[in-house]
């Protein structure tokens, strides 16, 4: 015969487990909304960081043309001063200077690139481990309100203990429980 504790259980068992999945879907949807709210902010940070990226290379090439126009000057500079200024000489080392260049931005711009694409793929993984854990939280309330009503026909199957439902859960990036 319970007394105390066990009889305000008993006598009030309904009120509980109302509360408790009152309790369980306002912490879902909490959840949720957190889950959604970090996915736009992993969404944001990896934009923020493309455009990073794109600047950075920006500025790397108009540093490479500065550097390559200087060369140029300097090289002609050097060749006026010897006397040298219409040969080919000067003129192959020019060409050479430029095409360096044009190797070194074409390189660049194709590294530039592929950071932009890991960035956008890193944010979109994020995002999917976001929605991924969002949909977990969403069937695990799924399968406790199950558990809270008895289950199929009332019995109260209990998932977690049917073979392979751990093992199946756990290979779904699950915990097993």
């Given at each position: 015969m319970p007394t105390g504790i066990g009889t305000f259980i008993a006598a009030n068992a309904a009120t509980i487990a109302a509360v408790s999945a009152g309790v369980a879907a306002v912490g879902t949807v909490a959840s949720y909304n957190a889950q959604k709210r970090a996915a736009g902010a992993a969404r944001?940070?990896?934009?923020?960081?493309?455009?990073?990226?794109?600047?950075?290379?920006?500025?790397?090439?108009?540093?490479?043309?500065?550097?390559?126009?200087?060369?140029?000057a300097q090289m002609q500079a050097q060749a006026q001063a010897m006397g040298v200024s219409d040969s080919s000489a000067l003129a192959g080392g020019q060409s050479g200077i430029s095409s360096q260049l044009g190797s070194n931005l074409g390189f660049g711009s194709m590294m530039s690139g592929l950071s932009q694409q890991y960035t956008s793929l890193t944010g979109q993984a994020a995002q999917a481990g976001a929605q991924a854990q969002m949909f977990g939280t969403i069937a695990n309330l799924g399968f406790q309100a199950f558990g809270a009503t008895g289950g199929f026909g009332g019995g109260g199957v209990d998932l977690s203990k049917q073979p392979g439902f751990t093992r199946n859960l756990t290979s779904m990036g699950g915990s097993g429980r």
């Open positions: 944001s940070a990896a934009q923020t960081q493309i455009q990073q990226q794109r600047q950075q290379a920006q500025r790397q090439r108009r540093s490479a043309i500065r550097a390559t126009l200087a060369q140029r």
